[in-house]
């Protein structure tokens, strides 16, 4: 089953957006490229629009709360 799930994953090379804290920003990005994808590293609240349009994927590490939570609240879909 994981060899599918990575083979899904290569086949389509998603961009996959990362919201993680410093600590392990390098190691998420890494991994995410031996999986086959390509990371975008930004926690900058003014870029979220334009990243969510490209992106395949969504990462979150809540190690940094503080300024993930604003970022959450951007994120988070409009009621109807």
Same mark, same amino acid.
């Given at each position: 089953?994981? %060899?599918? $799930?990575?083979?899904?994953?290569? %086949? %389509?090379? #998603?961009?996959? +957006?990362?919201?993680?804290?410093?600590?392990?920003? *390098?190691?998420?990005?890494?991994?995410?490229?031996? $999986?086959?994808?390509? @990371? !975008?590293?930004?926690?900058? @609240?003014?870029?979220?629009?334009?990243?969510?349009? !490209?992106?395949?994927?969504? *990462?979150?590490?809540?190690?940094?709360? +503080? %300024?993930?939570?604003?970022?959450?609240? !951007?994120?988070? #879909?409009? @009621?109807?």
């Amino acid at each position: 089953m994981l %060899k599918e $799930c990575l083979d899904q994953v290569r %086949k %389509k090379a #998603p961009v996959v +957006h990362n919201i993680t804290n410093y600590v392990t920003v *390098n190691d998420v990005a890494n991994v995410i490229l031996a $999986c086959g994808g390509s @990371p !975008i590293m930004s926690d900058e @609240p003014e870029d979220v629009a334009d990243i969510t349009s !490209i992106c395949g994927g969504l *990462n979150i590490n809540l190690g940094t709360l +503080h %300024k993930t939570l604003s970022l959450l609240l !951007i994120l988070m #879909p409009s @009621p109807s």
